[in-house]
Each structure stands twice: as structure tokens, then as C-alpha cells.
């Protein structure tokens, strides 16, 4: 039987279903079902004992309440899923309804058949962190990128574009990762950087878009406009302002004359997308998978396929990228869990914590496991982090010098 993944969000005081989501062989659970998973939660908070998570044979469940108001609950069947991922999965979730309805709504829960109704603008952006996809950012809490051989130019383009819209937040994306981004932009908090990337990707396909957002960090109850639009097919300029300008004065004056001389380098993000980066740039042939995480601008790479389809396709029956995939999101989350901890306290309190009698006396800076099918090596640096997945053919002695070097050409030879 296939995974599945369902997702409960009640009004916390009351244990009112607000909705239900899922993805995978799930059917509706009973009312009976929802209010014994939030009971006994709300039972343990009256003892108080605070119940985040537990495990059956073929399902883990994660409770988080937010802001005293919504409660979240999360089952899965899925092997790979940790409770640093699933606790990562619902600080999303209800970041995105901050997103689009705002703080205000979901923390003073006046008419709740009200909020039902608002909360279904959200449907799209929740099913996209359910559903499996090729970014990672709804993990590593950073944007999902894509490096371009024209990057220079790109950027130039989108800084003078910006400034015309009266703006000073702006990003060009390709397939919903992010090409170039306008200073500011990147100073946002990182987390409403992947939301805004995913929000755009979960969209239907669409020539302009005027969308009220609220930013969950920097402007929870105070909305801002995202305005976005298709340059050529895939690839969309994004803006983020107040009331003005007007989305048909930025198409008509500003998109058309700023945009049309680079139809070619915007035609070349496209070819770039799915590798992430100019296959001018070679990868040594036993790397299946590959992660990049700049730590100072929270923003990553990830690549499933790093010398193209058809070398993947070759290599496929023995590890598609399906697994490539989930092996990069398990080590990544095995590494920074007992590894590479992170410095907040809520990452702390989410990994998992690997027992060791001794402990360490240092602080790691690589790690590597070895399997059956495949090979992984991480490195840590003060601002990068890089996880790499090898073919079992690649000597393990060697892992770490194929690592060091390939950092060290993704740094040195890309603006990343």
C-alpha cells in the first residue's frame, strides 16, 4: 500500500475541524478518529505534559499548537519521515495560512465558519508541502535555487526593473526557484523567502497575478502585494510592494521594455533549471545527488540529476531519482540532527539525537554513511553546507577528498 500523509487543523479551544488534508491512498477520518488524536493531546496539556509526537507500527503522529489558536496535527505512514521534517512540515503549514489570511484572523477566532471558508485560498500552497516534490526548501528552511550562466546580467536587469516599480523587493524564478534576487529580498526572513518560492509554484500557470500576502515574520497582520509575471513560459519576475504601482501599469510600461532585449539568457534559466547549475561546471561522474546550502544567505541547491536525464537515465535502475531524493532529504536530516546541530532551540527540541556512550568532544564538520546502494558525505563550513550522494562503486577512503574538491568548485567557480 502507498504512503500517506494526513493533516488536521482544529480551533484549539474548541476541537472544531477546520479542515482536512492528505495526500496518498487516504480516506476521510471519522469524527471519532480527529477528536480522540486531539483529546488526548488537550489531555496531556491539562497534566501538564506536552505531547509532540509519537509512533504506531506504520504511522507517526505529531501534534503543534500555535499562537493558543490552531492546532495542527500531522500522520503519516511514510518511511523517511522524521520528526525534525514533520516538525518543519507544520511550522510551514501554518506559516502559509499567516501567508495568505493573515495573524489576525486565525488568532481571534470570532466566526469560525468564516474562517473555514478563507482558509481554502490556502488548499493550494498546504498540498504542495504534502505532496513530493523536487525542492527541499520546505526541509532545510532555505529558498530553492537555480544558478544561471547569465546571472550578472539577470540581476543587473531585475535591480533597475525593481527600482522602476517603486520597489525594493523583487526576484526572478524559473520553475519556482530563484534565479537573481534584489538585495532586500534577500534580507527578508528565510523562511517567507521558500514561502513566497513555493506560493508562486504552487500557482496555476498565469500571464500576471495581483496576490495579498502577509509576511509571517516581518508583517503578520498588515498585508503587502506580491505581483508577479511570465517573461516566457517557466520563468516569472516577482515584485513585492504597497499600493502602488498598478499590476496594469508595471505590465504595460515597465515588464515589456525591461524584459524583452533578454529573451535569450531568460530562455537559458529553462535549460539551466533541472541541473541547477551551467553544465560548464563538471561534477566528478560518481556523484548521483548533490545539496548546496549557503548558511549566510539561507538559500540551496539541490540536483537529482547532476550530468543531465540521460546519465540518470543509465544509472536509474539502480538508484532513480525518486530514491536519490529521499536518501539527500534522510542524511541531510541524520546530519543536522546529530551532527551539525542547528542554534535555535526549536531545531533542538525537533532532532533526532543520535547516542553515543562518550559523546563528542569537538564539534564535527563532515559525517558519512555507507550503504548498500549508495555512498553520502557531508561538509560543513562556516558558510556553506554540503551533502553529497555517490555511487557504491566510490571508494570510501575517497569520499572526502571528491567532497572537499567539489565544494570548493561550486564555491569558487559559481556566485553561490
Not at 245 to 268: D, T
Amino acid at each position: 500500500m502507498a504512503a500517506s500523509v494526513q493533516l488536521l487543523c482544529l480551533a484549539t479551544s474548541s476541537g472544531v475541524p477546520l479542515y482536512c488534508r492528505s495526500k496518498g491512498e487516504s480516506r476521510q477520518l471519522p469524527f471519532s478518529v480527529i477528536g480522540s488524536l486531539n483529546g488526548v493531546h488537550m489531555f496531556g496539556s491539562n497534566q501538564d505534559v506536552l505531547l509532540t509526537s509519537t509512533c504506531t507500527d506504520n504511522t507517526r503522529v505529531c501534534w503543534r499548537v500555535f499562537q493558543d489558536s490552531i492546532t495542527l496535527i500531522v500522520m503519516t505512514s511514510e518511511e523517511d519521515a522524521s520528526d525534525l521534517y514533520l516538525g518543519r512540515l507544520l511550522d510551514n503549514i501554518f506559516s502559509a495560512m499567516v501567508l495568505l489570511i493573515g495573524l489576525d484572523d486565525l488568532v481571534n477566532l470570532k466566526n469560525v465558519e468564516r474562517l473555514k471558508r478563507e482558509l481554502r485560498a490556502c488548499y493550494k500552497l498546504i498540498d504542495s508541502f504534502l505532496a513530493a516534490s523536487d525542492w527541499i526548501g520546505d526541509l532545510t528552511q532555505c529558498v530553492d535555487c537555480v544558478v544561471s550562466p547569465d546571472t550578472d546580467i539577470l540581476q543587473e536587469a531585475l535591480d533597475v526593473f525593481v527600482g522602476a516599480a517603486e520597489s525594493n523587493f523583487g526576484c526572478l524564478m524559473v520553475m519556482g526557484k530563484v534565479v537573481v534576487a534584489t538585495e532586500k529580498w534577500w534580507r527578508l526572513a528565510a523562511q517567507e523567502v521558500m514561502l513566497l518560492a513555493w506560493l508562486v509554484g504552487s500557482l496555476a500557470p498565469s500571464s500576471s497575478r495581483d496576490y495579498p500576502i502577509y509576511l509571517p515574520q516581518g508583517s503578520p497582520t498588515v498585508p503587502h502585494r506580491l505581483m508577479t509575471f511570465q517573461l516566457v513560459p517557466g520563468v516569472e519576475v516577482c515584485l513585492l510592494c504597497g499600493p502602488t504601482p498598478s499590476l496594469q501599469q508595471v505590465q504595460a510600461e515597465l515588464v515589456e521594455r525591461f524584459w524583452s532585449p533578454l529573451l535569450e539568457p531568460l530562455k537559458g534559466c529553462l535549460r539551466t533549471h533541472q541541473r541547477c547549475f551551467p553544465t560548464s561546471t563538471p561534477l566528478h561522474p560518481s556523484i548521483l545527488g548533490l545539496l548546496l546550502i549557503n548558511r549566510e544567505q539561507n538559500k540551496n541547491l539541490f540536483i537529482l540529476q547532476p550530468h543531465g536525464v540521460e546519465h540518470s537515465q543509465q544509472q536509474g535502475a539502480a538508484l532513480p531519482p525518486t530514491r536519490r531524493k529521499s536518501i539527500l532529504r534522510l542524511f541531510y536530516t541524520l546530519a543536522v540532527s546529530a551532527y551539525f546541530p542547528a542554534d535555535t532551540t526549536e531545531d533542538k527540541s525537533a532532532a533526532l539525537h543520535e547516542q553515543f556512550h562518550t559523546g563528542f568532544t569537538h564539534s564535527p564538520a563532515e559525517c558519512y554513511v555507507a550503504a548498500d546502494d549508495h555512498k553520502c558525505y557531508a561538509i560543513q563550513t562556516q558558510q556553506h553546507q554540503l551533502f553529497l550522494t555517490f555511487a557504491p562503486e566510490a571508494p570510501t577512503f575517497a569520499l572526502r577528498s571528491l567532497a572537499t574538491k567539489t565544494l570548493n568548485l561550486l564555491t569558487k567557480e559559481l556566485p553561490f
